[in-house]
């Protein structure tokens, strides 16, 4: 059996792509392409992307690292139809392949033994964090996962119990934790970055889309209790949904920046730069923010009772997220400790190493062989 193994070539496996595609491709295509680079580094895979048809490529910060082949329809009619006449059927594109991932709720039909990644289901616990048109698409997509899917990855055992609850047979359920591999920025970096944005004080960070599960709301409302008026609010990430961004800083006097969306090397120096990264999101099914921040030695304060939690463990002051008085006297204590800052920062980096994108293709590729058999 283990020459067969040996001799057996690599598992040939097609994986949707289309959210690198999507206005805001927000931190599940940062995840899966990442997930992608990493596999590509194996032996035992072989990948091809699947994406609806496009007249231009996906965004460079997004563009995935394997080849894609694009089904003959344009996004929406490809979301509809996979979705209500389950076709068209990826292998028209790829050709023949072993196993189809499905790296969102976008789901192909099952032609082959099907992999799901279920990132989060924060729409059923609050319909309110997506559209109207986002609940539907989201809903349907679920459904089709929990009655097709042979094997659903998550990145967190919180996902994982949000699977349960929602009716998942724990038996198809695969714990698959997202990586990091940011590398320290360098002082020069941070200093650059500072005076290109004008950040001449203290500030916190926040990263991430402008939306309402990431609670900027309840952010905002913490830095106007803040005691200290020396000190900055820095956001940076891409405008969503459901969100008013400018209500949310209006008489903030002009203490609180919204970079937008920043390259790579900009927001590692910006957590690299910041005295507090704040991330106070509702509900997720992992917190990529949190390790990047980690990673860089800057003090993380987050949110308890969800994925954040699992991912920061002690390495973090960890608030409950509604409670804005509490997150308040969490980022101040965190600016006023100077011993409790500095253990953050040594703590960081050491947590944030045991996330690794390699880890992450191992099990991947765990769950590829075990569907091929």
């Known amino acids: 059996m283990g020459?067969?193994?040996?001799?057996?070539?690599p598992v040939r496996v097609a994986i949707t792509l289309e959210q690198c595609w999507h206005r805001v491709p927000g931190g599940t295509a940062a995840a899966t392409i990442e997930q992608v680079r990493a596999l590509g580094d194996r032996d035992d895979v072989d990948l091809v992307g699947v994406s609806a048809r496009h007249r231009h490529p996906a965004p460079e910060a997004f563009r995935p690292p394997v080849a894609v082949r694009s089904l003959p329809l344009p996004r929406?009619?490809?979301?509809?139809?996979?979705?209500?006449?389950?076709?068209?059927?990826?292998?028209?594109?790829?050709?023949?392949?072993?196993v189809i991932h499905a790296t969102a709720v976008a789901m192909p039909p099952r032609t082959v033994p099907l992999a799901v990644t279920i990132h989060d289901l924060a729409f059923l616990a609050d319909p309110a964090q997506a559209t109207a048109r986002g609940n539907r698409f989201f809903r349907r997509g679920t459904d089709l996962a929990r009655a097709e899917a042979d094997v659903v990855m998550c990145p967190s055992m919180t996902t994982m119990r949000e699977?349960?609850?929602?009716?998942?047979?724990?038996?198809?359920?695969?714990?698959?934790?997202?990586?990091?591999?940011?590398?320290?920025?360098?002082?020069?970096e941070v200093a650059d970055v500072r005076r290109r944005h004008g950040l001449t004080r203290p500030y916190v960070l926040f990263t991430g889309t402008v939306e309402p599960r990431k609670n900027l709301a309840g952010l905002t409302r913490a830095f106007r209790r803040l005691r200290r008026t020396d000190v900055d609010l820095v956001l940076v990430g891409p405008h969503g949904w459901n969100e008013d961004l400018g209500a949310l800083l209006d008489g903030l006097d002009g203490r609180a920046r919204h970079l937008g969306f920043v390259p790579t090397a900009d927001r590692d120096a910006l957590y690299a730069g910041a005295a507090v990264f704040c991330y106070p999101s509702?509900?997720?099914?992992?917190?990529?923010?949190?390790?990047?921040?980690?990673?860089?030695g800057t003090p993380v304060v987050t949110s308890a009772g969800t994925a954040t939690e699992e991912?920061?463990?002690?390495?973090?002051?960890?608030?409950?997220?509604?409670?804005?008085?509490?997150?308040?006297?969490?980022?101040?204590?965190?600016?006023?400790?100077?011993?409790?800052?500095?253990?953050?920062a040594a703590a960081g980096p050491a947590r944030a190493a045991t996330f690794t994108w390699a880890g992450t293709a191992a099990r991947t590729a765990a769950v590829y062989a075990e569907l091929a058999a």
């Open 76 to 98: 929406p009619a490809l979301y509809e139809s996979w979705h209500r006449a389950r076709r068209p059927r990826v292998e028209r594109t790829t050709g023949a392949v072993e």
């Open 282 to 296: 509702l509900r997720e099914g992992f917190g990529l923010p949190v390790l990047e921040a980690m990673t860089q």
């Open 163 to 188: 699977c349960e609850a929602a009716g998942f047979d724990p038996a198809t359920l695969r714990l698959v934790p997202w990586g990091t591999h940011a590398r320290p920025a360098g002082q020069d």
């Open 311 to 344: 991912v920061a463990g002690e390495a973090a002051v960890l608030v409950d997220p509604r409670d804005s008085t509490a997150l308040a006297e969490a980022i101040e204590r965190v600016l006023d400790d100077a011993a409790l800052a500095e253990g953050l």
């Open 3 to 9: 020459d067969s193994a040996a001799m057996a070539g």
